[in-house]
């Protein structure tokens, strides 16, 4: 099976919600190798801080459409954790602040978005 149709098949196969995990965990990923890396691979670092920083924008800006079907409580909260993470990866890029902070949110939203929390609130 080729790449682009593993895609495919793979994009058929995920809900929502699935994809969601999938990119925070791909974007988490990056953010402890970047830690891992080092204060020298800078290139690595700031690549990981930008995909994250990307990746809630774009969350902020679904929650701030009117299409968006999430509760408006749920979507006023996401919007303010993306400013707060704007905020600290420019702390972590001036180096006054760790990637633990951005590190421990993506965990946490993984952790309402993995398929056995969804499995439990279906329950």
Not at 24 to 41: M, N
Not at 87 to 98: I, Y
């Amino acid at each position: 099976m080729s790449y682009r149709a593993y895609q495919t098949a793979s994009a058929r196969a995920e809900n929502p919600r699935e994809t969601e995990y999938r990119l925070f965990g791909q974007v988490t990923r990056a953010l402890i190798e970047a830690r891992d890396a080092g204060s020298t691979e800078i290139r690595k670092r700031a690549d990981a801080l930008d995909w994250n920083r990307r990746m809630w924008t774009g969350l902020a800006a679904d929650c701030g459409s009117d299409g968006n079907q999430l509760p408006e409580g749920l979507r006023a909260a996401i919007i303010s954790l993306a400013i707060f993470v704007s905020k600290e990866t420019s702390a972590v890029m001036r180096g006054e602040s760790d990637f633990e902070t951005l590190i421990d949110i993506n965990k946490t939203i993984m952790q309402g978005l993995a398929p056995q929390a969804a499995h439990a609130e279906a329950v």
